[in-house]
């Protein structure tokens, strides 16, 4: 059975790796995230000692997070708390302490007694104030050091993009959010070369698709028209899905002739896998809409809000 001695952070982000310490840990372990649906998530990798995975893309909140080994034991690490990417804090030791708490730890430092009046205004009290402005201000610095160093919590964003050469070409992040994430995934989420790794990239970018190799997967491949050099093994298949406020319909008085029904492509996205694939790996991109029911009347007419939207009944995507 494992033994768990400590894990990396008690606050998570989606996409980004969570590691848990101690022993006995092997190729059979698997990692949940429990709410109201346990949800088991991708395992990067793994040693005697210790276990790193992917969180998984799941709602802000906290989760209780569990192992269990192959023999089928669990193992509880408590809860941890999913929130947004500059929440994430990087050291334990890096909250912002303030100058109370380091005059408190002088002070606790001296004996007790009547020589050593600590009462306002007194000596000893402008005493230990002195030398705790100054342990405050050596503090300071050495915490915006490890903020600077962090890509969940720099302030320095514009020279971390500078230093990694982002935004690469054809990827445009806009918010601060999608700009810390870029800079974790060039320089912090390292590589791989498992459909695992290119999960953590997905999760990472806060998108929702599935992803199938044609060795375990060849009913997804059959609709390709593979090329008579073309390795089939060497083909992955990554299936957006739609939503439904992503639709761009072809409209009367508005649409041209030549103009598709209905399209989808995600280029920025596409640019990041063919950066980060291997040579001989060739990626498929799909993206599938999900099957809208309607609701209706009695006599088969849709019902509709005030703005000309038709209610939705069920809404999923096809296998």
Known sequence: MIFVTEISSKVLTPGIEFTVFGGFFDSLC?????GHDEVETEVVS????YITIIVPDLPYGDYRVMI???SGDVTR???????DFDS???YDYSRNYGNNDFEDLIEGLFP???????????????FILGISLSILYLWNLV???IKAESPFQTDNINDWERELGLPELGITPISENERRREIYR??????????NFYKKILKLMNLDADIYEYLYNPEKFEDVPFGNEDNPASFIMIRFKVEIDDFDYFRAGVSVAGDRVMDFDNLQVESVFNKIKQSHIKIIFTYVAPIVKYLVTDDDKYLVTNDGRRIIAAMDYPE
């Open 30 to 34: 698997k990692v949940t995230f429990g």
């Open 46 to 49: 793994f040693a005697e000692d």
């Open 68 to 70: 269990e080994d192959g």
């Open 77 to 83: 690490l408590g809860f941890v708390t999913i929130g």
């Open 88 to 90: 994430v804090s990087p």
């Open 112 to 126: 007790k007694g009547q020589l050593f009046d600590f009462e306002n205004g007194s000596v000893w009290r402008r």
């Open 143 to 145: 915490r915006s050091y």
């Open 186 to 195: 060039v320089g912090f989420s390292g590589g791989g070369c498992s459909i």
